[in-house]
C-alpha cells in the first residue's frame, strides 16, 4: 500500500468525469488499498479515483462508524429522500468549508471488490458521503454547489 498524492484545488482533472471500471484487476484493488491508506492518513471520510488522478468510477468511505472502510465500484445513486443543509469539507480543498444542500438519505447501487452488485440505502453521513464521492465522478466539486455566502477558510492550525 502507499500514500497517493491528492489531487488540489484548480487541478483541471477534478471538472473531468470518471469512467466505468470494466474489470476488477490487481491495478483496482491496488487502487482501492492506496486510496483508503490516503483517506486515513490525511483524516478524510471519502476519497474519489479523480482525486488521485485516476479518472474511474471508484470511490472508498469511512464514516467512522466502527464498520471500517467501505469501497464503491461503479456507484450509481438510485433514489434521495430529504435535503438539509450540512457542513462540508474536501481533501482537494483542505483549509476550505462551506454548506452544501445534500439528501438525508440515499440508495445507493454499487459493485464491491468481490464484484458483487450491492444495494445499499444511507443515512445523514453516509449519504452526504456517497452524495459528495459520486460528485466528484461526474466532475463535480462541493464550492460548486455550497449554499452562497457559507464558504469559510480554517487554516491547519486553527483545524486541529
Ligand atoms: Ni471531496
Redesign the pocket.
Known amino acids: 500500500m502507499a500514500i497517493r498524492q491528492i489531487r488540489q484545488e484548480g487541478d483541471p482533472i477534478l471538472k473531468k468525469k470518471s469512467r466505468i471500471v470494466e474489470n476488477i484487476d490487481e491495478k483496482i484493488i491496488e487502487l482501492i488499498d492506496d486510496m483508503i491508506e490516503t483517506m486515513h492518513k490525511y483524516n478524510g471520510v471519502?476519497l474519489?479515483a479523480v482525486?488521485v488522478g485516476i479518472l474511474k468510477q471508484v470511490l472508498v468511505i469511512d464514516i467512522d462508524d466502527g464498520n471500517g472502510p467501505v469501497a464503491m465500484i461503479n456507484p450509481v445513486i438510485i433514489k434521495t429522500k430529504g435535503a438539509e443543509e450540512m457542513e462540508e469539507g474536501?481533501?482537494?480543498f483542505p483549509n476550505k468549508f462551506a454548506k452544501v444542500i445534500r439528501p438525508t438519505e440515499v440508495t445507493a447501487e454499487y459493485t464491491n471488490i468481490k464484484g458483487e452488485r450491492i444495494r445499499v440505502k444511507a443515512k445523514e453521513l453516509f449519504a452526504q458521503a456517497i452524495a459528495?464521492?459520486v460528485d466528484?465522478l461526474n466532475g463535480e466539486?462541493?464550492v460548486d454547489k455550497m449554499v452562497p455566502g457559507t464558504l469559510e477558510y480554517v487554516t491547519p492550525e486553527e483545524n486541529k
Do not use: P, T
Open positions: 471519502g474519489a482525486q474536501c481533501l482537494s459528495h464521492e466528484h466539486v462541493f
